[in-house]
């Protein structure tokens, strides 16, 4: 169904399919494009980086890296919880016999990476943000761990066969 065998005989990625996973590829690059960009801001223009004794400086920056640490605990838990739920009806109709098109596949898969990638943006951009407020390297942490998340979530015709598969649809 998701495999391209042309003339030759030889089998591999379909094309269309490689073709429409541009789409949240570009985007995935995009939030880490923007997290990168204000890291290096941040790193060029903030304040001198530092890394206090027990891990931070002041109220302020507690209360940010602790809800930013929550958040990077919370964004890859929800992402399998949504790869789930987006999973969970294709794969309940693939039993009763309708088989999802690719059509739905994709679209699917495609709004299930945004998300994702969504869910790791916010917890790298708090960490930045408190980095450029207070100067705490700590929040830097937290910005490469939600990159090393995009990294994970980044789209790829391997990860998009695992999704058909796991929906039931042979890939």
């Given at each position: 169904?998701?495999?391209?065998?042309?003339?030759?005989?030889r089998?591999?990625?379909?094309?269309?399919?490689q073709?429409?996973?541009?789409?949240?590829?570009?985007?995935?690059?995009?939030?880490?494009?923007?997290?990168?960009?204000?890291?290096?801001?941040?790193?060029?223009?903030?304040?001198?980086?530092?890394?206090?004794?027990?891990?931070?400086?002041?109220?302020?920056?507690?209360?940010?890296l602790?809800?930013?640490?929550?958040?990077?605990?919370?964004a890859?838990?929800?992402?399998?919880?949504?790869?789930?739920s987006?999973?969970?009806?294709?794969?309940?109709?693939?039993?009763?016999?309708?088989?999802?098109?690719?059509?739905?596949?994709?679209n699917?898969?495609q709004?299930?990476?945004?998300?994702?990638?969504?869910?790791?943006?916010?917890?790298?951009?708090?960490?930045?943000?408190?980095?450029?407020?207070?100067?705490?390297?700590?929040?830097?942490?937290?910005?490469?761990?939600?990159?090393?998340?995009?990294?994970?979530?980044f789209?790829?015709?391997?990860?998009?066969?695992?999704?058909?598969?796991?929906?039931?649809?042979?890939?």
């Open positions: 169904m998701n495999e391209y065998q042309p003339r030759d005989g089998v591999g990625p379909d094309p269309e399919v073709r429409l996973l541009r789409v949240p590829q570009i985007i995935i690059m995009a939030f880490a494009m923007g997290v990168g960009s204000f890291l290096a801001m941040t790193v060029l223009t903030g304040p001198k980086l530092q890394l206090p004794p027990g891990g931070f400086s002041g109220p302020k920056d507690q209360m940010f602790s809800i930013a640490g929550a958040l990077v605990v919370f890859p838990v929800a992402g399998l919880l949504i790869r789930a987006f999973i969970r009806p294709l794969r309940t109709r693939a039993e009763s016999g309708d088989i999802p098109t690719r059509t739905e596949l994709i699917r898969f709004s299930m990476t945004v998300l994702r990638g969504a869910l790791a943006e916010g917890p790298a951009l708090l960490g930045v943000v408190t980095t450029f407020l207070t100067g705490n390297a700590l929040g830097l942490m937290v910005a490469g761990v939600c990159m090393l998340i995009f990294a994970m979530v789209p790829t015709y391997n990860r998009y066969a695992a999704f058909a598969r796991d929906a039931g649809a042979h890939a």
